[in-house]
């Protein structure tokens, strides 16, 4: 078969397949041009979810009736300057988006120019172009697309349903309205407005949180630390849920480079590095994030979608990421989400909520248990002097975050008071964030200290298993883990790190053994040494079970206060739930 031209509707057609995959593709693009051309305000009406009606509406700068002529030809753009593809500064530039959607659609736009006397309309229907007729419009554009796909039918079959289609609409306009808080953003649907954000004034910080607030909820921002680093002329700055305030899925993890929206694979597995210590595997956080950088570090011509990027220098973007994070949650110390008590309330009021309890009836049945001292105190842990608070002129305890502990529970919860409430502490989880942040500072400061074992222990653990852990003994050793290959299928263990001298070293051998055979070769050798020191943490960490007496309880208290990232264990669980006494005495019918 000889080689040919392919015709320009063809062209526009498979053009069409990579920027235009579903309606939210085309409210993107379109949302896009609006923004590009300075509107104030956009309105965006659907039906049947785009397939039959998509329609932006914006008070930008209009075009004339030559510019829209020329609007729906391909690779036609007003946002280059010559042909410089490096300092790119607006949201399209390619010159893609309006000739692709009039190749698989019926698309009108309907335009007029600030200061002009009339509008002008235009129509293209599966990539045949009319002729332009003068219109009643006021100044700035309106885009009609209708019968999405109608000239390229087998794509219709790839589409979902209508409320499908909707759901991924409003995410495009959330995305783009977070990065462009002072735009007014509407989304209609029928006869429902789904999606009213008005347009935030103000101070730009303070109208932006406004704007993460109406899109992700008013708690974020009580539940977020604020973050702002630099390096190498790469600025990321934003908010960072968190851990305990998590989500099953990404959605709620909004990234922007350069006020761009992206979905970029570097950002979203430095997102993962930055949470993987403190927050469960099938849990993701809920971040807002936006990096700042010269547009020659970054290249946003990678795909027709411009979804992705790709950064020169992706190491030291990534190592911003997973350290400006980290550093803003360490800095947020034992805060857990304040979400975890809301779920905690309505937990206890069943599954028909909460009801006012009858004479003589309880809510919950909790048997509190009298702690009893031990001969020792819990590893890491530094009993407070006997004498009372108010005696040394001290605060009183209940001032402190997380109170006075009054109660130890089936032998795992301690319960604390404090001025506005109470605290209920899981002791493991709590114990187990302590042991870890000891030894990572341990690590940090040159070796983790060990204890030599009286009797060496053999723990068998099959011959690929002891294969692995005899292959990283020195990493091992470097955490205080002495071992050495003990016959076939086996190891013998002749030091622990000192804080895990009364641990599980069975089960920490065992599991250690596990994490070796996932990490694999992906890993980087700090990543390896803190996912090992989780597994020893949990092993060494005080278990549910155990009797605590008040000066341990209170030791831990104070010492969960002191370290970073205390809200939540080494797995991403809550290590503490707060009740404020408003919301005890309600589920009491005392309000």
């Known amino acids: 078969m000889p080689i040919r031209l392919l015709p320009p509707t063809l062209v526009n057609q498979i053009a069409a397949g990579e920027v235009v995959e579903r309606p ?5 693009e379109l949302v896009e041009n609006a923004l590009d051309a300075g509107a104030t305000r956009i309105e965006v009406s659907l039906t049947e979810g785009g397939q039959a009606l998509i329609a932006v509406a914006d008070d930008g700068a209009g075009m004339d009736r030559d510019e829209l002529v020329l609007a ?10 010559g042909d410089d593809l490096v300092h790119i500064r607006h949201l399209g530039f390619r010159g893609e988006a309006l000739p692709s959607i009039g190749s698989v659609a019926r ?15 235009l129509t293209v229907a599966g990539g045949v172009k009319g002729e332009p007729v003068p219109a009643a419009h006021p100044h700035g554009t309106r885009v009609e697309v209708r019968d999405l796909f109608f000239a390229t039918p087998a794509r219709l079959k790839f589409l979902k349903s209508p409320r499908a289609e909707l759901a991924h609409a409003v995410d495009v306009i959330e995305r783009l309205a977070m990065a462009h808080p002072t735009v007014a953003f509407s989304l209609a649907d029928g006869a429902r407005t789904v999606v009213r954000l008005p347009a935030q004034t103000g101070e730009p910080q303070a109208a932006l949180l406004a704007r993460l607030a109406a899109v992700i909820g008013r708690d974020f921002a009580d539940n977020a630390v604020r973050l702002d680093a630099e390096r190498d002329g790469v600025r990321l700055w934003g908010w960072a849920g968190l851990p305990t305030y998590d989500r099953g899925t990404a959605g709620a993890q909004y990234l922007f ?9 570097l950002i979203l597995g430095a997102l993962r590095g930055a949470y993987q210590e403190v927050m469960a595997k099938d849990r993701h956080p809920v971040v807002a994030l936006f990096l700042d950088l010269d547009p020659d570090s970054v290249d946003v011509n990678v795909h027709p979608a411009k979804a992705e990027v790709r950064f020169r220098d992706a190491g030291m973007v990534r190592g911003l990421i997973v350290g400006a994070i980290r550093h803003a949650l360490a800095a947020g110390g034992h805060r857990a989400s304040s979400t975890v008590g809301t779920m905690a309330l309505g937990a206890l009021g069943g599954p028909g909520g909460w009801r006012p309890p009858s004479r003589g009836e309880f809510p919950v049945a909790i048997a509190a248990q009298a702690p009893l001292g031990l001969a ?47 605290v209920i502490v899981d002791q493991h989880a709590a114990h187990e964030r302590l042991v870890l942040e000891a030894m990572k500072a341990a690590l940090a400061a040159g070796a983790v200290p060990r204890q030599g074992l009286l009797l060496p222990e053999v723990v068998e653990v099959g011959a690929a298993a002891a294969a692995r852990l005899a292959e990283h003994a020195a990493l091992l050793a470097g955490l205080g883990l002495g071992l050495e290959p003990f016959g076939a299928g086996a190891v013998v263990v002749r030091e622990v790190p000192a804080v895990l001298k009364d641990g599980d070293v069975q089960g920490l051998v065992r599991d250690l053994a596990d994490d070796l055979a996932q990490w694999g070769e992906a890993l ?4 390896r040494l803190h996912h090992a020191l989780a597994t020893m943490a949990c092993h060494g960490s005080v278990r549910a079970g155990r009797r605590l007496s008040v000066a341990e309880m209170n030791a831990l208290l104070r010492q969960m206060e002191a370290t970073p990232l205390s809200g939540q264990c080494n797995h991403g669980r809550p290590t503490h739930v707060t009740l404020r006494l408003a919301d005890v005495e309600t589920l009491f019918g005392r309000r």
């Open 24 to 28: 939210a593709s085309a409210i993107k």
């Open 257 to 265: 480079v350069n006020g761009r929206p992206v979905r970029d694979r």
């Open 376 to 422: 020792e105190s819990l590893p890491g842990l530094t009993l407070p002097p006997a004498a009372p608070p108010a005696a040394t002129g001290e605060p009183m305890e209940v001032d402190f975050p997380l109170g006075a502990a009054r109660a130890q529970l089936h032998e795992t919860y301690i319960v604390a008071e404090t001025r506005e409430g109470l």
């Open 524 to 527: 980087a050798l700090t990543e």
């Open 72 to 81: 729906v030809e391909r690779h036609a753009t007003s946002k280059l300057d």
């Open 107 to 121: 698309l009108t736009l309907t335009s007029r120019p600030r200061g002009a006397t009339e509008a002008w309309s």
